[in-house]
């Protein structure tokens, strides 16, 4: 989300369905998201982790990230809704500028250079604030944005996401490369599109991803797929042939053989080994 120029700072609550949740990204301006009602997968500068409703992250300008939101955790409309600031460094600068009693706050704030998620009862207070942003107006919304940055700049039940290591050339790109995959899975990934996305030639891609992996780029993409299709065959009541279009393969009798292959039984099978198993379960004293 980047800020409207006839605005110090932008302020949206969204309610939208999972898939239309914008892709992979960067944005130059300070980006804090409060997740509403959701839950799924968020990735971070090469980082993969799980979150779920009620957290709340900060990203610095120019972290790469994606929220890829699980459909099966929706309201009953089907949408997942989410609260999200945006600010400038030149705000952060307006502020200490003209209120010196902030700029402590902003001056530690400007040391972040990580995405962090929030705990604690600093989340609760920020979560508190945005609430009632929603039924702000501009003027008062930016007084609140005011009282958000001492608790942004707090340190209390502070974590660090998507901090990467020291790496390589050859990780970063390897890195890169998965995390096109784990976005482009559920639509299409064809060893063109991967391959012109890290700069680099069909032959010495096909070259490159084997030497590192193990495997080829189909093989590497079946696999995660069949890995998701695992995930929704576990949790949601949908027919196989959805499961199948959903994970990205094409057809149903091609989604089957390669499952078959990797997993030793067919969807159907998996699914009811797994309700067997929970059932099991349940049962245990």
């Known amino acids: 989300m980047e800020v409207n120029r006839e605005h110090s700072f932008s ?62 955790d929706t309201d009953s409309d089907g949408r997942i809704s989410n609260i999200t600031v945006a600010f400038t460094d030149g705000f952060l600068d307006g502020c200490s500028s003209a209120f010196p009693e902030l700029r402590p706050c902003v001056e530690r704030l400007k040391r972040v250079r990580f995405a962090v998620k929030f705990g604690g009862r600093n989340a609760a207070a920020i979560v508190s604030i945005l609430k009632s942003m929603c039924c702000q107006g501009d003027v008062e919304r930016l007084a609140s944005l005011i009282r958000l940055l001492p608790l942004l700049s707090g340190t209390e039940a502070l974590r660090m996401l998507g901090e990467r290591r020291s790496t390589g050339k050859e990780e970063e790109r390897l890195e890169k490369i998965r995390t096109y995959i784990v976005c482009n899975a559920s639509r299409g990934v064809s060893l063109d599109d991967a391959a012109r996305h890290v700069g680099m030639g069909k032959s010495s891609f096909c070259a490159f991803f084997r030497r590192a992996t193990g495997r080829t780029l189909t093989a590497y993409l079946n696999e995660y797929r069949v890995d998701q299709a695992c995930r929704l065959l576990r949790r949601e009541e949908v027919l196989v042939s959805e499961v199948c279009y959903r994970v990205g393969f094409a057809d149903v009798p091609h989604f089957n053989r390669v499952f078959k292959r990797l997993m030793g039984c067919s969807p159907s099978r998996f699914r009811t080994l797994c309700r067997a198993e929970a059932g099991s379960a349940e049962k245990a004293p």
Not at 20 to 26: A, F, V, W
Request: with cysteine; glycine share 8%.
């Open 11 to 72: 302020f949206n609550y969204v309610c939208l369905a999972p898939d239309e949740q914008i892709g992979l990204h960067r944005q130059p301006s300070w980006e804090l998201s409060y997740v509403v009602n959701g839950a799924g997968k968020r990735l971070i500068e090469g980082t993969e982790e799980s979150f779920r409703r009620g957290e709340v992250v900060m990203l610095p300008p120019e972290v790469a990230h994606q929220w890829i939101f699980d459909r099966s």
